[in-house]
């Protein structure tokens, strides 16, 4: 392999990245991944709350804006694996109307139906080693109440990526929602996907390779030709695949088509960063009179019609500790350890449609910060069905003798950010095509969570692990990767 030569360059070893990369690496081509962040540590401090929680330790620490230049900081993870380290692994695929358009909720469509991803999602499923959890049994009490209550509230157990040993490891099952396993019990794109090419010639992973920039082809700026990191290094490939997560990939982008010039002239340029979605997510904490001992918990999701586009999944263990980390400081370590005993926490999701004006701006803030600029009001079906779905569901808790107090996430609770570089059959409405391949430019893929033009009802990785295996596929069975 000639130095810094490959067949594909791709940025990112999250979901998305590893994915194409596990099958370029099997169709025998040439595969460098750079990723900005290290493998993260196996000495017990991914599953420390204090770490992981309250001091954000592995979290990102640069600030962004929002569309009113007040500083925050979004929830992304740079390391090996990307956001799929600290997943709660919920591997569910789209509904196949999920794939088209939806007028009334500003849901566009998507340029291939279920059936085309259908085989991906296979082969992502088996990778994951996928699975579902018995409910335990006060969940199970839990979940029987509502339903008797509600029939409406239909419930389905969850898949997950998670191995059935982690039940012999208590520290392990009550800190995998959130945190990073250190024995890899949780299926990760790094546990599943990289691992099992790692030792291949015809692959490299090189950490602390943080790509700041495109190169262009000499005389072609719609050709691009490699990457630069921070550290001043260039990677040449014959596909450049562009997987740094949808809050980062479209910043490349924008970045590129404006040095380039090229933001004139390509008729997706507008459109590059726009459609920002991460969910309309409210987290539910649900407190009974009565101690609870179940242990894993995620195990349920409910479906209700008259929610067409909301789940509500149960989330992992909670106790005090954790608790503690969303309470105020003033509130006494006792009072937060009794509360823990008693609480249940559920995640309540609604699709947010597509709004061209919710978007990723690179540099656009003051002193050249990131923005994200989203509102619900641009999206008001989402927001109305959410807090309906919330209000109802908290009434069902209500009648099984819970109380429920709910947060929404907020602008920082980037865990689902997707969306940004659109995949569309017209240029002028979708920035990389069916195949993945940006409009108008040559060389150049998208394969992670940006391309999605829904975001569902349902959890992302799934579908993004089956677009980068789609691309993978693909690329990889392109005889010749010149031009
Ligand atoms: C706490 C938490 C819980 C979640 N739970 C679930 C769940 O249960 N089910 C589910 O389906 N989804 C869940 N998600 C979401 C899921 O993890 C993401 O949807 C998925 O990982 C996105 O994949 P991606 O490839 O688009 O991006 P990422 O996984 O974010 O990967 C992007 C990668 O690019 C790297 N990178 C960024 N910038 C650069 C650069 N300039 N140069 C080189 N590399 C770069 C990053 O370090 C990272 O490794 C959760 C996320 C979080 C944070």
Same mark, same amino acid.
């Not at 998507?110 to 296979?122: K, M, N, S, V």
């Not at 990760?188 to 700041?212: G, W």
């Not at 992302?460 to 010749?480: E, K, M, S, V």
């Given at each position: 392999?000639?130095?810094?030569?490959?067949?594909?360059?791709?940025?990112?070893?999250?979901?998305?990245?590893? %994915?194409?990369?596990?099958?370029?690496?099997?169709?025998?081509?040439?595969?460098?991944?750079?990723?900005?962040?290290?493998?993260?540590?196996?000495?017990?401090?991914?599953?420390?709350?204090?770490?992981?929680? /309250?001091?954000?330790?592995?979290?990102?620490?640069?600030?962004?804006?929002?569309?009113?230049?007040?500083?925050?900081?979004?929830?992304?993870?740079?390391?090996?694996?990307?956001?799929?380290?600290?997943?709660?692994?919920? #591997? #569910?695929?789209?509904?196949? +109307?999920?794939?088209?358009?939806?007028?009334?909720?500003?849901?566009?469509?998507?340029?291939?139906?279920?059936?085309?991803?259908?085989?991906?999602?296979?082969?992502?499923?088996?990778?994951? +080693?996928?699975?579902?959890?018995?409910?335990?049994?006060?969940?199970?009490?839990?979940?029987?109440?509502?339903?008797?209550?509600?029939?409406?509230? *239909?419930?389905?157990?969850?898949?997950?990526? @998670?191995?059935?040993?982690?039940?012999?490891?208590?520290?392990?099952?009550?800190?995998?929602?959130?945190? !990073?396993?250190?024995?890899?019990?949780?299926?990760?794109?790094?546990?599943?996907?990289?691992?099992?090419? &790692?030792?291949?010639?015809?692959?490299?992973?090189?950490?602390?390779?943080?790509?700041?920039?495109?190169?262009?082809?000499?005389?072609?700026?719609?050709? @691009?030709?490699?990457?630069?990191?921070?550290?001043?290094?260039?990677?040449?490939?014959?596909?450049?695949?562009?997987?740094?997560? =949808?809050?980062?990939?479209?910043? #490349?982008?924008?970045?590129?088509?404006?040095?380039?010039?090229?933001?004139?002239?390509?008729?997706?340029?507008?459109?590059?960063?726009?459609?920002?979605?991460?969910?309309?997510?409210?987290?539910?904490? %649900?407190?009974?009179?009565?101690?609870? +001992?179940?242990?894993?918990?995620?195990?349920?999701?409910?479906?209700?019609?008259?929610?067409?586009?909301?789940?509500?999944?149960?989330?992992?263990?909670?106790?005090?500790?954790?608790?503690?980390?969303?309470?105020?400081? =003033?509130?006494?370590?006792?009072? &937060?350890? !009794?509360?823990?005993?008693? %609480?249940?926490?559920?995640? @309540?999701?609604?699709? $947010?449609?597509?709004?061209?004006?919710?978007?990723?701006?690179?540099?656009?803030?003051?002193?050249?910060?990131?923005?994200?600029?989203?509102? #619900?009001?641009?999206?008001?079906?989402?927001?109305?069905?959410?807090?309906? &779905?919330?209000?109802?569901?908290?009434?069902?808790?209500?009648?099984?003798?819970?109380?429920?107090?709910? /947060?929404?996430?907020?602008?920082?609770?980037?865990?689902? =950010?997707?969306?940004?570089? @659109?995949?569309?059959?017209?240029? &002028?409405?979708?920035?990389?095509?069916?195949?993945?391949?940006?409009?108008?430019?040559?060389?150049?893929?998208?394969? $992670?969570?940006?391309?999605?033009?829904?975001?569902?009802?349902?959890?992302?990785?799934?579908?993004?692990?089956?677009?980068?295996? *789609?691309?993978?596929?693909?690329?990889?069975?392109?005889?010749?990767?010149?031009?």
């Amino acid at each position: 392999m000639t130095p810094n030569v490959y067949d594909a360059v791709i940025i990112g070893s999250g979901a998305g990245g590893a %994915a194409v990369a596990f099958n370029l690496v099997k169709a025998n081509k040439n595969v460098v991944l750079l990723e900005r962040g290290e493998s993260l540590p196996r000495d017990g401090s991914t599953l420390a709350v204090k770490t992981v929680f /309250k001091q954000g330790h592995y979290k990102n620490k640069a600030p962004w804006v929002d569309n009113r230049n007040r500083t925050f900081m979004p929830e992304e993870f740079y390391n090996v694996g990307g956001k799929t380290k600290w997943y709660g692994a919920a #591997l #569910l695929r789209f509904a196949p +109307h999920e794939f088209e358009a939806d007028e009334e909720f500003h849901c566009l469509p998507w340029p291939i139906g279920y059936a085309d991803l259908e085989p991906y999602y296979d082969q992502a499923e088996e990778l994951l +080693h996928l699975h579902r959890f018995e409910n335990e049994p006060e969940l199970q009490k839990l979940i029987d109440k509502i339903v008797a209550a509600d029939p409406g509230w *239909r419930p389905e157990s969850l898949p997950l990526g @998670v191995k059935r040993a982690i039940l012999q490891d208590e520290n392990e099952a009550k800190h995998f929602d959130g945190f !990073a396993s250190m024995c890899g019990y949780k299926s990760d794109s790094e546990v599943s996907l990289l691992n099992r090419i &790692a030792d291949r010639a015809n692959f490299r992973l090189l950490t602390n390779k943080q790509v700041d920039s495109l190169l262009a082809g000499e005389d072609s700026p719609q050709t @691009v030709i490699g990457v630069r990191c921070a550290d001043g290094s260039s990677f040449y490939g014959s596909r450049v695949i562009l997987a740094a997560g =949808a809050m980062t990939s479209p910043r #490349l982008l924008q970045d590129y088509l404006a040095q380039t010039g090229l933001n004139a002239s390509l008729p997706s340029a507008r459109l590059v960063g726009a459609h920002f979605k991460f969910h309309v997510n409210s987290a539910l904490v %649900a407190f009974s009179p009565f101690a609870k +001992h179940d242990m894993l918990r995620k195990t349920a999701i409910f479906f209700n019609a008259a929610y067409p586009h909301t789940t509500v999944q149960c989330l992992g263990w909670l106790d005090g500790e954790i608790l503690a980390t969303q309470l105020p400081a =003033a509130v006494p370590r006792f009072v &937060a350890n !009794a509360m823990g005993k008693r %609480a249940y926490g559920f995640f @309540v999701t609604t699709e $947010d449609g597509s709004s061209p004006d919710n978007r990723i701006i690179s540099c656009g803030g003051h002193g050249g910060l990131p923005v994200m600029d989203y509102e #619900l009001g641009r999206i008001k079906p989402s927001r109305d069905e959410h807090r309906r &779905a919330v209000r109802a569901f908290e009434g069902r808790l209500l009648q099984a003798g819970l109380m429920g107090v709910a /947060k929404y996430m907020g602008l920082a609770g980037t865990a689902h =950010a997707m969306g940004t570089l @659109v995949t569309g059959a017209n240029p &002028a409405d979708s920035v990389v095509d069916a195949d993945g391949k940006v409009h108008g430019l040559q060389n150049l893929y998208v394969g $992670d969570g940006s391309i999605l033009p829904r975001a569902s009802r349902v959890n992302p990785a799934l579908t993004i692990y089956a677009w980068g295996l *789609r691309l993978g596929r693909h690329l990889g069975q392109t005889d010749t990767f010149d031009g």
